[in-house]
T-cell receptor, first 111, second 112 residues
């Protein structure tokens, strides 16, 4: 099992550009989520999904879109990047136990 | 609302020193409590967990006890190693739904 994979590992964008952060898991987990990690603020939940076709907002959803067309994939879209979105982004999945499994992260810089 | 508060870092210890990282929580009901560890350049990994009051989670020499009376879940290790240098996150999961709430993280550096 590869677990939770994320691409790319690093990305630099200019203000106003759009992009998609990819996340995939091969553990057949229903629950997936996106967090951003900022210094001094820990992890904050952006969006989550409890299964294919179902998504909901977390604590900091503005500027981000998600969709969940399959169990395996949960991409995060930045519609028009802003410097405030410079952060490290983590995708996580969770099965029937109460343990979340995290991907390696994507470090995003918006200039 | 639900939240987790953990001690500010960074923490620097000498090898073989005793470690305590404090964590307290605010939540209704009976949440599950977790410690996650993040090594440099990596994602978070589960270190240990406890699902009910008075449970003790343990792994790799680390321990934490779920104290409902003090709403705490402090992380301890009797003798730290250089390889324990990482950022440690306390987290809770409510017993309804799957949402996790993370603390701000405590950076630990262990020097030889």
């Amino acid at each position: 099992n590869a677990g939770v994979t994320q691409t790319p590992k690093f990305q630099v964008l200019k203000t106003g550009q759009s992009m998609t952060l990819q996340c995939a898991q091969d553990m057949n987990h229903e629950y997936m989520s996106w967090y951003r990690q900022d210094p001094g603020m820990g992890l904050r939940l952006i969006h989550y999904s409890v299964g294919a076709g179902i998504t909901d907002q977390g604590e900091v959803p503005n500027g981000y879109n998600v969709s969940r067309s399959t169990t395996e994939d949960f991409p995060l879209r930045l519609l028009s990047a802003a410097p405030s979105q410079t952060s490290v982004y983590f995708c996580a999945s969770q099965g029937t136990t109460d343990t979340q499994y995290f991907g390696p992260g994507t470090r995003l810089t918006v200039l | 609302g639900d939240s987790v508060t953990q001690m500010e870092g960074p923490v620097t210890l000498s090898e073989e020193a005793f470690l305590t990282i404090n964590c307290t929580y605010t939540a209704t009901g009976y949440p599950s409590l977790f410690w996650y560890v993040q090594y440099p350049g990596e994602g978070l990994q589960l270190l240990l967990k406890a699902t009910k009051a008075d449970d003790k989670g343990s792994n790799k020499g680390f321990e934490a006890t779920y104290r409902k009376e003090t709403t705490s879940f402090h992380l301890e290790k009797g003798s730290v190693q250089v390889s324990d240098s990482a950022v440690y996150f306390c987290a809770l999961r409510k017993n309804t739904g799957n949402q996790f709430y993370f603390g701000t993280g405590t950076s630990l550096t262990v020097i030889p």
